[in-house]
């Protein structure tokens, strides 16, 4: 079986891609595994930057094919000072916490929402090093938003999934599961594919 480094520190993002690779020959390792992490400052001007600035890091430290995400975030009807982008987690220079950042954007919902809602966007960058090639992949998913009221169910690693709600299921994201996904055709099997081509 092949392998390739998922190049994230987040242990519950390091598993979204594990079991379609899987499926398709290809083990996906963490940052664990290696035991190894870099300190990368992640400045670049869009999510596709951000992406390939960490799969070069640590392209440099491994000798099997590497991939990173990095993703940005608009809220509709929100001023563009206080728009997330890319620093969904940092505000103010400030790295929230997961109590924090809940705290933050409910705010955010109770400011500028409608009836306790925000429409959200999210838009992700992919970037896939192997043998010296770069290659990327961008996406977006905006059919969810942003309530002002905390599901009572929690997805570590993900914060924001406690306070947002699939349009098209009315459901919280900490509630939508894989049977969910594919009815929605959200499987994210168009990324996967991307990443195994880019590794045979």
């Known amino acids: 079986m092949k392998q390739i480094l998922f190049a994230t520190s987040n242990e519950s993002k390091s598993k979204r891609f594990t079991r379609g690779l899987k499926d398709k020959g290809i083990e996906v390792l963490t940052l664990k595994d290696i035991g190894k992490e870099i300190d990368i400052e992640e400045d670049g001007k869009d999510a596709i930057e951000n992406a390939l600035k960490k799969a070069r890091a640590y392209a440099k430290v491994v000798d099997i094919p590497v991939f990173a995400m990095d993703d940005s975030l608009y809220l509709e009807g929100v001023p563009e000072e206080k728009q997330p982008g890319l620093n969904v987690r940092r505000v103010n220079g400030k790295r929230l916490t997961d109590e924090e950042m809940l705290e933050h954007y409910i705010n955010l919902v109770k400011t500028y929402g409608v009836d306790g809602k925000l429409t959200c966007k999210w838009i992700y960058g992919m970037a ?54 594919l009815k929605l055709n959200e499987d994210e099997s168009d990324v996967v594919e991307f990443i195994a081509k880019s590794v045979r």
């Open 128 to 181: 896939v090093i192997n043998d010296g090639k770069e290659y990327t992949y961008t996406w977006s998913k905006e059919d969810f938003y942003m309530v002002d009221k905390l599901s009572d169910k929690v997805n570590p690693g993900y914060p924001l999934n406690t306070i947002s709600i699939n349009k098209k299921l009315n459901k919280y994201f900490t509630y939508i599961t894989p049977e969910d996904r």
